[in-house]
């Protein structure tokens, strides 16, 4: 148990007081950011990364962790009061989340954020300490073959939640998939469907276009209603999470950290597409009043994406150490501040500064506490939002939007791509057509096109390379039955009736 | 009540940000002009850490004066070049550029060319390594070669974005091989380490990337090195040239300063004077150091000849791999 005497000792390493100092001073950094539509946690840290000029190594990556962790949580608060997601990543917690506050439980939904993600932050840090090594022989033996199956696998996980319209859900995908091909072809190096406009050769950040169409388009939406119906009166409900909800809450968790930690090992991972398959789990697995209660506000599906997404984020930190392999723009940028301190993260970062990594995995425990002894006691107080006027608390959003997306390239060009995606959000809200399809399409998408060109070229064409690897096959196999069950099952009814 | 709760943290993420960046605090104006520095990338890449590595040395060698990064990022850096452009005559701006940004030119056919802005410095260098995964069969260059030759299909190349500085490399490397450049099978991939996972996985024949990038996984014997593009062999990494196993290709991965076009002769001087300045203090020396950087100092006439000759050879490769949209 070498590894637990060095985590001990990293524990006296984080526990100093001015270490707990920048824990803190991180997570609620980090929190902050999350809850800011546009600003994340990659360009926090990348702002702050002048401070290891003058910091020890140990304090600033004890800080950077808070961040990270904190801006992984504090994603959800929006989108579960007021279906504007800040990040990507707790896109899928609106789904339920902002249903179930309408209901009157956004404390329990809020309370189920934070406790999942505090769950699958311990338990995936965890992982971290014992199960570094394996968990990076797999994410390295993932290829382009295998990431194109997954990405199937992924869309064919949430064409269940492409809404009760099947027309309308395809619609909003093929909308985030056009999107998605805005921007300089990463293969080729051509720009696709720039309209001769320089700024949009990067492409539309997932960010601008989920802050558009969710949170503008959801004001605009708000602001349209606004004089035509009486207000909706959010029933304010109990404050804390009953029985019934540690019962259900208690098992998508587990089952989002077993989906969020191995995928945030895998560089092109991402923390989006585990919700997307956690929710999917969840909406499957679902009976009795749970399965009613799917799209309507169910806890499952704001339990289980959560603990994906925050599981993610300290998956992302095993290749990261281990080899020194960025697989998120946060852990990039993290990168580049082990290099500022002449620090070189790979095999040799654990025998040579045992005192700084088991530091750190230290940090990400108390982080995690934090964040909960921070969050769960605010959640009725958060939950009070609602009460606000609504056109002063929108006004704040939209508000808070631009400013975001502003500062995400200080590009005015990204303002007006905001503001057209805004409209179109409200256009899609207006005809019944689902949002949140069209940002898994812009997900999606792009990795499926990349990663499926990726192999092709690689095997110089030959399409027998795509189910070549075990991997690709199991995924592709598995894709296939989740389409195909449904049929089955329907067909093996009419048989048995007969 | 939660408006003012994220005004407040608003407030204290401004401050956090404004204090850390401006370090020493030396927020006195005593006569010295102020100095912004644009990094036409986003924060925590390479230009922009020699920006703000720079905004530091600068202060250091001169506390009195106020330094200050901004990030424009875009379009490999052509964004950021367009708006230095704009501020024609203004000396107080200085652009973070290198390579990439001769490439991105070229590539996304900008408006505005590297022709127009004031030449002012190259700071830095860094050479390309090419790698194969341990597993390899190949075990020299000539291996390679006599492999890309029989099919240049089979030998697939990883390294970064379409047209960068690795593709280039790759363009040379088959040039001097003789093999037609359109025909590398290049594998683009972003940024981060998603070529070198795939080098790991032994996913790809060879990979190109700067050696800081794979170094580490050489030592550890995960990589082995083919070539590097430097003229002769460095001490920082053991590995053959590629001018040794017989492939002439030569290319240092530069960063420099620019400044805004029509700057009038006293104005690009006190410009060159500064960073020279900067580039004889200490604080520049030690960060030159740590990050592994190799030093390759050029001011004046000399750097705008290479800034040309450079534009001129980047053109040239760009074309015969049939990149240009």
């Known amino acids: 148990m070498d590894s637990l005497n060095l985590l001990l000792d990293g524990f006296a390493t984080a526990l100093t007081p001015v270490n707990l100092l920048y824990a803190l001073v991180g997570v609620t950094l980090g929190t902050l950011v999350g809850v800011l539509p546009g600003i994340g946690p990659a360009m926090t840290v990348a702002l702050l990364l002048p401070i290891t000029f003058n910091v020890p190594p140990a304090s600033a990556f004890i800080m950077f962790a808070g961040i990270y962790y904190g801006g992984m949580y504090g994603g959800s608060t929006t ?44 338990i995936a840090t965890g992982l971290l300490v014992v199960a570094a090594p394996l968990v990076v022989e797999f994410a390295i033996s993932f290829g382009p073959e295998d990431y194109f199956a997954l990405a199937i696998l992924a869309f064919t996980a949430v064409s269940s939640v492409l809404s009760r319209s099947v027309v309308r859900g395809l619609a909003s995908l093929v909308l985030g998939l056009a999107i998605g ?30 802050v558009g169409l969710f949170a503008l388009g959801e004001a605009l939406y708000v602001a349209s209603r606004l004089r035509h119906a009486p207000p909706e009166i959010v029933p304010v ?80 930190l095993v290749p990261l150490l281990t080899l020194g392999l960025p697989t998120s723009a946060t852990a990039a940028i993290m990168l580049a501040a082990f290099q500022q301190y002449g620090l070189q993260p790979g095999p040799q970062l654990f025998d040579h500064n045992p005192a700084l990594v088991w530091g750190m995995v230290a940090s990400l425990f108390i982080g995690n506490t934090m964040l909960l002894v921070l969050n769960l006691p605010l959640a009725p107080v958060w939950a009070r939002v609602l009460r606000i006027p609504r056109p002063y608390l929108y006004a704040g959003i939209v508000l808070f939007a631009a400013l975001g997306v502003y ?53 110089a064409g030959d399409v027998s390379t795509l189910v070549a690897s075990p991997v690709a096959g199991v995924l592709l196999v598995l894709s296939a039955l989740a389409l195909l069950t449904p049929l089955l099952r329907k067909l093996l009814r009419k048989v048995l009736a007969r | ?39 036409p990338a986003a924060p925590g890449g390479g230009w922009d850490q020699t920006s703000r590595t720079a905004e530091q040395a600068i202060k250091s060698i001169e506390p009195a004066r106020k330094v200050e990064v901004f990030n424009v990022p875009g379009a490999g850096g052509t964004i950021g070049l367009a708006q230095l452009a704009g501020d024609k005559g203004n000396g107080g701006v200085l652009m973070t550029m290198g390579l990439v940004m001769v490439g991105a030119v070229e590539q996304n056919k900008s408006a505005v060319t590297l022709a127009e ?140 300063f620019v400044a805004p076009p029509g700057l009038d002769e006293a104005a690009t001087k006190s410009l060159t004077d500064l960073v020279t300045k900067m580039h004889d203090g200490q604080a ?23 800034l040309t000759s450079e534009q001129t050879r980047v053109k040239g490769i760009i074309a015969e791999m049939g990149l240009v949209s």
């Open chain 1, 79 to 122: 989108s579960i009061l007021l279906n504007t997601p800040g990040e990507s990543s707790s896109m899928i917690t609106a789904l339920e989340g902002n249903k179930m506050a309408r209901r009157g439980r956004a404390a329990q939904a809020l309370a189920t954020a934070a406790i999942g993600s505090f769950v699958a932050g311990t």
């Open chain 1, 181 to 210: 091909l805005v921007g300089i072809d990463q293969q080729t190096g051509q720009a696709r469907l720039t309209l001769g406009i320089p700024q949009l050769l990067d492409g539309i950040d997932v960010v601008i276009v989920a």
């Open chain 1, 237 to 316: 409900g109990r404050a804390w999470m009953g029985r019934a909800d540690w019962r259900r809450s208690w098992r998508p968790w587990l089952r989002g950290t077993a989906l969020g930690f191995p995928f945030g090992a895998l560089p092109g991972g991402g923390a989006e597409i585990p919700t997307f398959l956690s929710y999917a789990a969840e909406k499957r697995l679902a009976r009795g009043t749970a399965k009613e209660e799917f799209g309507k506000g169910a806890i499952e599906g704001v339990a289980g994406p959560e603990a994906a997404n925050n599981a993610s984020a300290a998956g992302t």
């Open chain 1, 407 to 459: 500062a995400l390239n200080n590009s005015w060009v990204d303002l007006i791509v905001l503001y057209l995606l805004g409209l179109l959000g409200f256009a899609m809200r207006r005809f019944g057509l689902p949002v949140a399809p069209a940002v898994i399409g812009l997900i999606l998408g792009p990795m499926a096109e990349i990663q499926l060109r990726r192999a092709l070229a690689i095997g």
């Open chain 2, 1 to 39: 009540m939660r408006l003012r709760r994220l005004a407040v943290l608003t407030a204290v993420i401004a401050s956090v940000t404004a204090a850390t960046a401006c370090g020493a605090g030396s927020d006195t104006a005593s006569g010295t002009s102020a100095l912004r520095i644009m990094a």
């Open chain 2, 117 to 256: 802005v004031t030449p002012i410095a190259r700071l830095t260098e860094e050479y390309e390594i090419v790698v194969v995964p341990a597993e390899s069969p190949l075990q020299t260059l000539a291996d390679l070669v006599a492999a890309w030759k029989a099919d240049p299909t089979r030998i697939s190349v990883a390294g970064g974005s379409a047209g960068g500085t690795d593709h280039i490399v790759a363009g040379l490397m088959a040039k001097a091989a003789d093999i037609d450049p359109k025909q590398v099978n290049y594998i683009a991939h972003s940024g981060g380490g998603e070529a070198l996972n795939a080098l790991l996985g032994n996913k790809v024949s060879i990979g190109i990337s700067g050696i800081g990038e794979f170094a580490e996984h050489i030592k550890s014997g995960k990589l082995r090195s083919l070539g590097i593009t430097a003229p002769a062999r460095i001490p920082s990494i053991e590995s053959p040239t590629l001018k040794e196993g017989g492939l002439d290709v030569e290319l240092a991965n530069w960063r420099g």
């Open chain 2, 284 to 306: 520049w020396k030690d960060a030159v150091a740590k990050n592994g950087w190799v030093d390759s100092f050029q001011t004046g006439q000399l750097f705008a000849d290479f």
